[in-house]
């Protein structure tokens, strides 16, 4: 929390530098987005998933409507992209297109024989302060020089901060680039989110025992991946299916798979749709 509020001190100071993420009314996020330049919530556990969508569109770009106060036909219109920080003890993010769009950090427990009290940090904060913004100032400058001049063949689907990813590489100098440090910090968080899913899960052993590439009907594989993993027994570690993913639907196992589409990828398995024959949806499993 103390982290975080000193990285909004330095791009968007608040009177609030913390606060609670809106979870029952998605509207709040918006306004929070128009007043606000950085969002920053602190102290989250589990992301809804229509908190998480707005968390995305308020990301990436995204609008959002309602009707007016005291109004009959008038809009609310709201359309942001801002930066948003999360922090809490436990990963908050479990939707895959969500954690597509996060740097996950890990901040390493304080030794007691260090700490020092709130007001001694922040003074010492608030005296490097005009050095801290100086360095991101010519930082910014310097990297909007080299953005022109990038040319990168292969870019991660936030495209844009992969390529300041490669400029602040070509600024500092560095022999290793940061954009490989991204895409392995946004592998190892995809990957670790698939950890809660346990049908996926029997999906990557199953694959295992079978000849790739094959094709099927989205009911047939979701019925040989329950008769898999749904006996009652531990599968080569994964523990057996519950009965609400026993329960489960083709449409609604098609659209987990679209959502572990690009981690499925990262472990080796390639998911694709070929769409519908004979009223049946088809999917295609193979190695990348």
């Given at each position: 929390?103390?982290?975080q509020?000193m990285?909004?001190?330095l791009?968007d100071p608040n009177?609030?530098?913390l606060?609670?993420?809106?979870?029952?009314?998605?509207?709040?996020i918006?306004?929070d987005?128009?007043?606000n330049y950085m969002?920053?919530?602190?102290?989250?556990?589990?992301?809804?998933q229509s908190?998480?969508?707005?968390?995305c569109?308020?990301?990436?770009?995204?609008?959002?409507?309602?009707?007016?106060?005291?109004?009959?036909?008038?809009?609310?219109?709201v359309?942001?992209?801002?930066?948003v920080?999360?922090n809490?003890?436990?990963?908050?993010a479990?939707?895959?297109?969500?954690i597509d769009?996060l740097i996950q950090v890990?901040?390493?427990?304080?030794?007691r024989?260090?700490?020092v009290p709130?007001s001694?940090?922040?003074?010492?904060f608030?005296?490097?302060?005009p050095i801290?913004?100086?360095?991101?100032?010519?930082?910014?400058?310097r990297?909007?020089q080299?953005?022109?001049?990038?040319?990168v063949?292969?870019?991660?689907?936030m495209a844009?901060?992969?390529?300041?990813?490669e400029a602040?590489?070509?600024?500092?100098?560095?022999?290793?680039s940061?954009?490989?440090?991204?895409?392995n910090?946004?592998k190892?968080?995809?990957?670790g989110?698939?950890?809660d899913e346990?049908?996926?899960g029997?999906l990557?052993?199953?694959k295992?025992c079978?000849?790739?590439?094959?094709?099927?009907?989205m009911?047939?594989?979701?019925?040989?991946l329950?008769a898999?993993?749904g006996?009652?027994?531990?599968?080569d570690?994964?523990e057996?299916l519950?009965?609400?993913?026993?329960d489960?639907?083709?449409r609604?196992?098609g659209?987990?798979l679209?959502?572990?589409?690009?981690?499925?990828?990262e472990?080796?398995?390639?998911?694709?749709?070929l769409?519908?024959r004979?009223?049946?949806s088809?999917?295609?499993?193979?190695?990348?």
């Amino acid at each position: 929390s103390t982290v975080q509020s000193m990285l909004r001190g330095l791009i968007d100071p608040n009177r609030a530098m913390l606060r609670a993420l809106p979870e029952r009314n998605m509207q709040d996020i918006y306004v929070d987005a128009n007043n606000n330049y950085m969002l920053s919530y602190d102290n989250t556990s589990g992301i809804k998933q229509s908190t998480s969508n707005a968390l995305c569109q308020t990301a990436t770009s995204g609008g959002h409507a309602s009707r007016a106060h005291y109004t009959n036909a008038d809009e609310f219109v709201v359309d942001v992209m801002r930066p948003v920080m999360i922090n809490g003890l436990a990963e908050a993010a479990a939707r895959q297109d969500l954690i597509d769009r996060l740097i996950q950090v890990e901040l390493q427990r304080i030794d007691r024989a260090t700490v020092v009290p709130e007001s001694v940090l922040m003074a010492r904060f608030e005296a490097e302060r005009p050095i801290i913004l100086g360095a991101l100032y010519d930082l910014s400058c310097r990297v909007q020089q080299e953005l022109s001049t990038m040319n990168v063949t292969e870019l991660p689907r936030m495209a844009d901060f992969g390529l300041l990813c490669e400029a602040i590489t070509k600024v500092y100098g560095w022999n290793h680039s940061l954009l490989d440090v991204y895409n392995n910090n946004r592998k190892g968080a995809m990957l670790g989110a698939m950890d809660d899913e346990r049908i996926i899960g029997i999906l990557l052993k199953w694959k295992q025992c079978i000849r790739l590439p094959i094709e099927m009907t989205m009911k047939e594989l979701l019925l040989g991946l329950k008769a898999y993993g749904g006996q009652g027994k531990i599968t080569d570690g994964w523990e057996s299916l519950s009965d609400e993913e026993m329960d489960m639907t083709p449409r609604k196992f098609g659209g987990k798979l679209r959502e572990q589409q690009e981690a499925l990828k990262e472990a080796g398995c390639l998911v694709e749709f070929l769409g519908k024959r004979r009223g049946h949806s088809i999917v295609r499993i193979s190695r990348p």
